[in-house]
């Protein structure tokens, strides 16, 4: 069965601050709210109408959900969904939760991605949350 991706209709934004900042702003609203920290620094994936003036910041992307939840020893799943992207030349960024993964398409760029994953035989559809 191939694999169904969910696009979502809200930019985000990722958004870098200083390791221990915290964001001035509600980050977690939306289909998709990420804060990972490492020593170096504090990354966030926000919606962009939330995100504020004066951070570092690239985008706009949109949200594309791996319909879930995925089992945590599927293997090459990832591989698979960036192949089609590798040759359409479509740069990604990719967030994982526990039930899912989530690949970041530039906003510009996914007509392409999507034309391009289903050459590959995947599924593509609109998101059907409610408010995503």
Request: charge should be negative; glycine fraction near 8%.
């Amino acid at each position: 069965m191939p694999l169904h991706l969910m696009t979502h209709p809200e930019d985000v934004l990722v958004v870098r601050l200083d390791p221990d900042e915290e964001p001035s702003w509600d980050w977690s609203a939306g289909p998709l709210g990420s804060l990972t920290r490492t020593a170096e620094e504090t990354s966030i994936v926000s919606r962009a109408d939330l995100v504020p003036d004066g951070p570092r910041r690239e985008g706009p992307f949109r949200a594309v959900e791996i319909a879930g939840p995925l089992e945590f020893g599927m293997i090459g799943v990832l591989a698979e969904i960036l192949h089609p992207l590798v040759q359409a030349k479509v740069s990604i960024l990719t967030v994982s939760t526990y039930d899912t993964d989530w690949i970041l398409v530039p906003t510009d760029n996914l007509d392409a991605a999507t034309q391009a994953w289903r050459r590959a035989g995947f599924i593509v559809t609109p998101s059907t949350l409610i408010g995503g």
